[in-house]
């Protein structure tokens, strides 16, 4: 049995990359389709946003002068390449997909509801949701929040490169520990860098809670789903 019944899953555009660097890895965009996939075959409903940080930042671009706004606008288009190579990766796999965007855009996919990404989910197709909010000077992550909240999802899983939440970034400081769980208040009170500030207060404000966990390791998708405690849950 699954542990949760709907979820909002966001992957990092910067995990896409692998070990490349820049773009999308085939390996990794494979091993994420193939962890999907068995999650779907366990009869969870799945929405997922995907970020785009390993094409384009826009803040990035703003720092050597692009107009904030546009870059914001390219960043948002990165997600929707992602979201494409995710849609087709599945797709090739047998897992049917739909994929929704918060900016108008058809025939790439077609322009987001809710009703629509709850439709497609009762169906069985993996529901991708890109171009993140739509507006500049947003994330992914308020964007994976946002949508999270609207389709009703149980949980936000974050897949991140490390395996949870840590008092202090532990590529950087050894004596740095993982929590197993901790409140939203105390990770913006702390100033934990897990999600921006805004998506974490919006999870608060609706009581969506959220599960860090690594998804560059094979089998950690599914590990969450049976309930397997590895990373870090963020809970009211
Ligand atoms: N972005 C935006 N509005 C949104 C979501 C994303 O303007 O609602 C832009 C923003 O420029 C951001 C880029 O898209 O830097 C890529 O998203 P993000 O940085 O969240 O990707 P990730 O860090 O998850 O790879």
């Not at 390219?74 to 994929?99: D, H």
């Amino acid at each position: 049995m699954a542990k949760f019944k709907r979820i909002l899953l966001k992957l990092s555009g910067e995990s896409l990359m692998g070990e490349q660097g820049y773009g999308i890895d085939v390996k990794r965009l494979n091993e994420d389709a193939a962890q999907i996939k068995v999650v779907q075959q366990m009869g969870v409903e799945i929405g997922i946003v995907i970020g785009g940080g390993n094409i384009f930042r826009g803040l990035t671009g703003a720092g050597k002068g692009f107009d904030r706004v546009k870059g914001d606008q390219m960043g948002m288009m990165a997600t929707v390449i992602n979201s494409l190579a995710l849609s087709s990766a599945l797709e090739a796999i047998g897992t049917p997909t739909k994929v929704l965007t918060a900016i108008r855009m058809e025939p790439v996919g077609e322009f987001y509801t809710k009703w629509k990404a709850i439709e497609a989910m009762k169906e069985g197709k993996v529901v991708i949701m890109a171009a993140g909010t739509g507006s500049p000077y947003f994330t992914t992550d308020t964007g994976s929040s946002l949508r999270g909240i609207e389709i009703e999802a149980d949980v936000m899983l974050k897949g991140t490169r490390v395996d949870g939440i840590y008092t202090a970034d532990p590529e950087k400081d050894p004596t740095a520990t993982k929590f197993s769980d901790i409140s939203y208040d105390e990770v913006i009170s702390r100033g934990l860098k897990v999600m921006d500030i805004t998506a974490t207060a919006m999870c608060r404000e609706n009581n969506l809670p959220i599960y860090v966990f690594n998804m560059d390791v094979v089998g950690n998708l599914k590990k969450v789903m049976a309930g397997e405690e590895i990373g870090t849950f963020v809970h009211p």
